[in-house]
């Protein structure tokens, strides 16, 4: 039996977040403003010669023994306390205690819909309704943040030694919409053939589930959704979502995840 990986925390070792505007970070600092703990990157690529590095390492030493002294992981620790410590043996689990990594990435905002309670931050489709407001807007402090379409490099995962790849232990991909995201549907497909094994995690809207996605999803032995739906009556679904999409075609969609995650280990909807 492996040895238990005493590390106080795998952030910066073993879990990292990759952003669509190229910036990697450790996996709780988007929930707390620390700027010290996001690296903007010039290539998608460079994530990987980032967390090698010597003085990335140096930088997350401490993680070995406690917490960070900037209380960035107050986050982490006020969860654990509320739930009996799950919060780090969650990561604990997705990473085998160490000994795989867990990668999560948001490819781009690129998004299929324009949600009610969204913004450009991830869905393209408010880019120019947020423009139009600040055009009518003459106030700075009234005007709303505009996000331009940022997505990851293309390709990038093909520049990183595939042995990395095949030490990946958990993969969670959003955006945006990842399933409206070529690159993020060719990333899928790179990992099928070469790290079937690894969990595979998707925050969807489940508008675009197709039979060749399905295919794609069929070859993982460890696989789950997140679908982001928040109404189950049509009307008010597309007063939410809008009106691309009816509920009825989210149901279907649902139950066919259904069908391919029920006979994965661990799969979950």
Known sequence: MKKMNKRFCQAG?????????NEAQLCCSLAHSVDDHMIKLEKTEDFFSLI????????????KKGPLSDGLCNICLTEDQKNNGSQRKKLKNE??????????????????LKCTMCSSARSTA????EQK???????PVLQVPVFPY????????????LEWWKNLGAVEISGGEPLYQKEALDFIDFLSVNVPTCRLRIITNAT?????????LNCFDNIGFICSVDAWEDNIYRYVRGD????????????????MVKTKELGRI
Request: proline share 1%.
């Open 133 to 139: 407001i600040n055009n009518l807007v003459t106030d």
């Open 95 to 112: 990473t085998l205690n160490g000994s795989k990594f867990f990668l999560k990435i948001d490819f781009s905002n690129k998004c299929n």
């Open 13 to 21: 070792s073993s879990h990292i977040w990759l952003r669509q505007n």
């Open 150 to 161: 940022e997505t990851l490099d293309d390709k990038w995962w093909e520049k990183i030694p």
């Open 208 to 216: 675009l589930i197709d039979d060749k996605i399905l295919s794609i």
């Open 52 to 63: 090698t590095s010597k003085q990335w390492t140096k930088k997350y030493r401490q993680l």
């Open 244 to 259: 691309n999409y009816g509920i009825d075609v989210v149901k279907e969609n649902i139950t066919e995840l259904f069908k």
């Open 126 to 129: 408010w880019i120019k309704d």
